[in-house]
């Protein structure tokens, strides 16, 4: 078999690794983590958080996908972030990574925004946007590819959501190897 990297895509290692059969199944974080404890699961690639992973099982890094603030285009010409704090924004649910990055955005500027929205999905905000109801903190990676009816801004106070690839630890694995991985794009 083929070497696996990081940047392999998912159809070479089908097609260069015949024995492996690769299928991507889409979970929530938690039936992944323990679709994984269980066996039913070999590599997981979520929403990451340092140490949240069950004892037996590895959480590797990937990347850091940055937030960016999005708004209508609709609403220009608005000149940045400060103009948006009195408009409508879609809200993450509680715990959620998108909830984390709009109240950092709050903090950052010392203000409390209008959340009339809450979506569970990236796209369902991007809607909302487009469609000139809000503005959304959406990562870069979930960014449609021509974002023509959005205005994008880099918001470093946002932050970033962290990728990472979660495997089962092998009995022979020492502590510092990381394992060979697709990339899931």
């Not at 083929?2 to 199944?25: K, Q």
């Not at 099982?57 to 704090?85: C, H, M, N, Q």
């Amino acid at each position: 078999p083929g070497a696996i990297s990081p940047r392999t895509s998912l159809p070479a290692v089908a097609a260069a690794n015949p024995a492996i059969d690769v299928c991507v199944r889409q979970c929530e974080r938690g039936p992944g983590l323990a679709a994984l404890q269980a066996g039913s699961l070999d590599l997981l690639v979520a929403e990451g958080s340092a140490g949240d992973v069950s004892p037996g099982l590895r959480s590797v890094p990937l990347l850091e996908d940055p937030f960016k603030i999005v708004y209508p285009t609709a609403w220009a010409p608005l000149a940045g972030v400060e103009a948006l704090l009195g408009r409508p924004w879609v809200d993450g649910p509680p715990a959620s990574a998108a909830r984390r990055a709009v109240d950092r955005v709050a903090a950052h500027h010392d203000a409390t925004l209008d959340r009339p929205h809450e979506c569970l999905e990236f796209p369902a905000a991007l809607a909302l946007v487009t469609a000139g109801l809000a503005a959304a903190v959406i990562p870069r990676l979930a960014l449609p590819a021509d974002p023509t009816r959005l205005v994008v801004l880099d918001a470093p106070e946002a932050g970033a959501r962290r990728i990472d690839l979660v495997h089962r630890r092998g009995r022979h694995e020492r502590h510092h190897q990381q394992p060979s991985v697709a990339s899931p794009h």
